[in-house]
């Protein structure tokens, strides 16, 4: 099937159009930018005006559309100046079937455009003009730590559909990365996808005591500090191996899954120093009955401090009345007083014993006794 898309497309403050040649050096100065092409493997480093040539040439563009897929510039209406770019690129069609009306989407936006809702009203416009051409399903793929792109897929109508392990070559030509992939319908209707769970007001928590932020990658050797003490370990039920690279990766992946809504997991600050002080995470495992957990550790020298117990209650306030939660649980061993005081301080009351709920060393199952607070 051929696709045949506008020419000029006005989305807003912006106009989109076919790239020209005599948009070559605009091309460079916008992709001579290490935050332009951090996600952009295909882009050189350093920037070459060879490659921002062939990019707005016509051959290049004529030949991307023949494989019916197109590329579009992103100006601004009134005077004209590039803010950025947009494109469509076809998936091949399945030999044993019809064509599958199916594309990938990708855009960025030049340094002096940002934070100014380019790239969400560019991709809107372009999905919207894809499902006019005939596609029937556009993607946005990101990386985990491209959570700027994430949010423009959310923006412009796409919803979060999964991870795609594995399925892009890095810039070193030899690594293989994951995307996160974001999928809009042509019977979609293009309005805005909210976040899983909303963020922090302000970008973090505080009582003056302590301070709650989102984790951040330059966490992970505490975070590792943290994990490997014995008491914290041997509470700790995830399936990754404690190592400096899978710290890490988790702090990594925290802006991705909050945006999923899968979990929020936020560094405990001492509001006084701004030192590390423990790790809070917030659960939505029972979205469906509005239901979250929350886990903490602390680091020795903030415990007896009430930095638990105040951590936990700003996460279960945020969590209320921010992300519309109707129930936060929290679970502990039976044997560990001090994290059930932990709870009582933070307005948690004593729900359950539940019976061999957790893993424990060489095949054994614990107890847990579960914990609850309601707004």
Not at 57 to 70: F, I, K, R
Not at 82 to 94: E, F, M, T
Request: charged letters at 25%; hydrophobic letters at 45%; aromatic letters at 8%.
């Amino acid at each position: 099937m051929s696709y045949v898309y506008r020419e000029v497309i006005e989305a807003g403050d912006l106009l989109l159009r076919r790239p020209r040649a005599t948009d070559a050096p605009e091309v460079a100065r916008a992709l001579d930018d290490p935050e332009a092409v951090r996600f952009l493997p295909t882009v050189p480093i350093p920037m070459t005006a060879a490659f921002a040539e062939d990019w707005a040439s016509p051959d290049s563009n004529a030949q991307l559309e023949a494989a019916g897929g197109v590329r579009f510039v992103a100006t601004d209406r009134r005077t004209g100046d590039l803010l950025g770019a947009v494109s469509l690129q076809r998936a091949q069609a399945d030999r044993a079937q019809a064509d599958r009306a199916q594309a990938e989407t990708g855009y960025w936006v030049a340094p002096w455009a940002r934070g100014k809702g380019v790239g969400t009203a560019a991709v809107g416009a372009v999905a919207a003009a894809g499902f006019e051409a005939g596609l029937a399903r556009i993607e946005l793929c990101a990386e985990w730590e491209n959570v700027g792109s994430q949010k423009v897929a959310l923006g412009a109508g796409f919803r979060r559909e999964g991870v795609r392990r594995s399925a892009a070559l890095s810039r070193d030509g030899d690594t293989r990365h994951d995307l996160i992939a974001f999928v809009r319908l042509a019977s979609d209707s293009g309005d805005p996808v909210p976040p899983g769970l909303p963020p922090l007001p302000g970008g973090q928590l505080t009582d003056g005591a302590v301070t709650l932020r989102p984790q951040r990658t330059q966490d992970a050797a505490d975070l590792l500090a943290l994990f490997t003490l014995p008491e914290v370990a041997e509470t700790n039920f995830g399936d990754a191996e404690v190592t400096l690279a899978n710290m890490t990766a988790k702090a990594a992946h925290v802006g991705s899954l909050w945006l999923a809504g899968d979990r929020a997991d936020m560094t405990i600050l001492d509001a006084a120093t701004g030192e590390f002080a423990g790790d809070i995470g917030f659960y939505y495992f029972m979205r469906g009955l509005q239901e979250g957990m929350i886990g903490y550790s602390l680091r020795r020298e903030f415990r007896g401090r009430g930095f638990a117990s105040r951590a936990a209650d700003l996460v279960a306030r945020w969590a209320f009345e921010e992300a519309g939660v109707a129930r936060v649980i929290a679970g502990t061993d039976p044997r560990n007083i001090a994290s059930q005081k932990v709870l009582e301080r933070a307005g948690f009351e004593r729900e359950a014993h539940m019976r061999h709920r957790l893993p424990g060393p060489d095949g054994t199952r614990l107890d847990d006794i579960q914990w609850v607070r309601l707004p």
